[in-house]
C-alpha cells in the first residue's frame, strides 16, 4: 500500500516585506498559520520517478516543486531508487495558500520514510529552503514566525480552532509577478509581524489578531480593486478578521467555529467565487492510512 501524507494548506496571518537582499530575494517577516484543508500525496518505491496528478492543473516536470524536492533528496543522499508519486489536489493554485510548498514538504517526508533514510527534520528543512522558502514551515506547521526570506522559523504558541472561510477568485496571481508590483509601486508599510509574534508569546492570541496585515495588498487591491470589497464583506459577515494570504488573490475570514464560517459562506454562494470552509489546525503534515481511489 502507498504512503500517503495530508499536505496542509497555509494562511498568512500578517506579512511584512522589510526589504530586499542584493541577490534580488525579499526580506519578509510574516506569522503563518495551517489548515485543515490539505491535498494527498501517495508514494510508492519505484525504479525511476514519476508524477500523476489529479485535480486542478500544476506545473510539469521540473517546474513543479514535488519533482525538484524529489530529485534534490536523493541527491542529497545519494539515493538511487525512484518513486511512483501521486498528487491529488484540493488546495487552490497560485491561490497564496502554499500548495505547492506543502506538497514538496510531504514529499521530503513521505520519500525519507519510504526511502529509509533517516534523515532529521532539520536536514530536510535545509533542503526545503533551498527549493522554496515556506517549505521549512510547512513541514511542521502549526502557528509560527518566518524571518529572512521566510526560512527561520520560530514557532508560536497555537491559535485555537478557528473556522476558516476562504475566497478564491477565478484568477492566480504569481509570487514573482507580486514582488515586481510591490517593488515598482513602493507603498508605506509599518511593519506588524513582531508585534502579532509578541501577543501569541503572551497567549494573547485574539490581541495578536488585531495586527493581522499584508503588505502586498497594496498592490493587490490596486490592480484588483473587488478584493477590497471581498475583504470589507467578510468583516461584515462577522470575521474576527479578514486578509488576503501570501501574494493573493485568496481571501480569508477567521471566524469562532467552522459553524459560523459555514453561516458566513452563503453570504458569497452564486459568485464566481471558489468558496471553501475549513478549520485552523496545529500540523504542517498529517500521516493518513489512504489510497489515491479513496481520495479522489
Known sequence: MAICYVARAKI???????????????????VMQSLALGDRIFLEAA??????VEGEPVPEGEANLVVRAARRLAEATGY?????????????????????SADAAATLVGLNELWGLGCDTAFLAALGAEIGADIPFCLTGGTALATGRGERIRHLPALPELGVLLLKPPYGISTGEAYRDYDLL??????????????FDRGAWREALGYCG???????????????????????????????????PTLYGLFPSVEAASRAAQVFSGRDLRVIVTATTAAGLGRREESPLDAG
Open 80 to 100: 538511487r531508487g525512484g518513486a511512483v508519486i501521486t498528487l491529488v489536489k484540493r488546495i487552490p493554485v497560485a491561490a497564496g495558500l502554499g500548495g505547492g
Open 214 to 248: 499584508n503588505a502586498f495588498e497594496a498592490v493587490a487591491f490596486r490592480k484588483h480593486p473587488e478584493l477590497a470589497r471581498l475583504k470589507q464583506e467578510l468583516k461584515e459577515a462577522g470575521a474576527l478578521a479578514a486578509l488576503m494570504s501570501g501574494s493573493g
Open 47 to 52: 525504479a525511476g520517478l514519476t508524477l500523476t
Open 186 to 199: 513602493a507603498p508605506k508599510w509599518e511593519p506588524v509581524a513582531a508585534a502579532m509574534a509578541a501577543a
Open 12 to 30: 498568512n496571518l500578517c506579512l511584512d516585506i522589510l526589504g530586499r537582499y542584493a541577490n534580488g530575494y525579499h526580506e519578509i517577516a510574516t
